[in-house]
């Protein structure tokens, strides 16, 4: 059985020509900059969104003191969650995966066909690549993906990460 990140047919770091080529079919690229995921991120349709505990320790700070979203008419902004969000999202023919990282240097944004596999099962796919990390003791501000994710609402309107 295929993990999350199996899905996808080509991993590339660092990207060096993404004004040409974007994201082609069956690709993740990982290392992208952040204004490229604002850019494709507001061309897609969110299905669903979710912040992963990965810099704080969520047994040290609640997790709900650190999501203050800010929704402004027509807008989202989930760049005032202070952990790293992941969105998916669909088009006619494909689905997305945008991770956007708080230290905004390792991104990541990729595309799959609907026909490899349906929605509810890439949602379900990425919940359990995320709950398969232990939870690991880590000083403040320590970079770690640990299992813990929460499920946010969808954005309305435009969308920043």
């Known amino acids: ?19 040409e080529e974007g994201v082609t079919q069956g690709t993740l690229l990982a290392y992208v900059s952040l204004d490229y995921l604002n850019g494709f991120v507001n061309y897609v349709e969110p299905f669903f969104v979710c912040v992963i ?6 047994t040290k700070t609640p997790l709900d003191n650190l ?41 990541q944004i990729g595309r799959i066909s609907n026909t490899i596999i349906n929605q509810d099962d890439f949602i379900q796919k990425l919940i359990d690549w995320i709950t398969s990390h232990q939870y690991v003791e880590r000083p403040f501000q320590s970079e770690a993906i640990v299992g813990n994710y929460k499920e946010l609402a969808l954005p309305t309107g435009w969308i920043t990460l």
């Open 53 to 58: 505990e990965r810099y704080r320790d969520w």
């Open 67 to 107: 999501i203050s979203l800010v929704e402004k008419a027509h807008h989202t902004d989930y760049s005032t969650i202070d952990d790293d969000i992941i969105i998916l999202a669909k088009t006619k023919n494909s689905l997305w995966f945008f991770w956007s990282d708080k230290d905004v240097s390792d991104c």
């Open 1 to 19: 059985m295929k993990s999350f990140f199996d899905l996808f047919d080509e991993y590339i770091e660092y990207p060096k020509n993404l004004a």
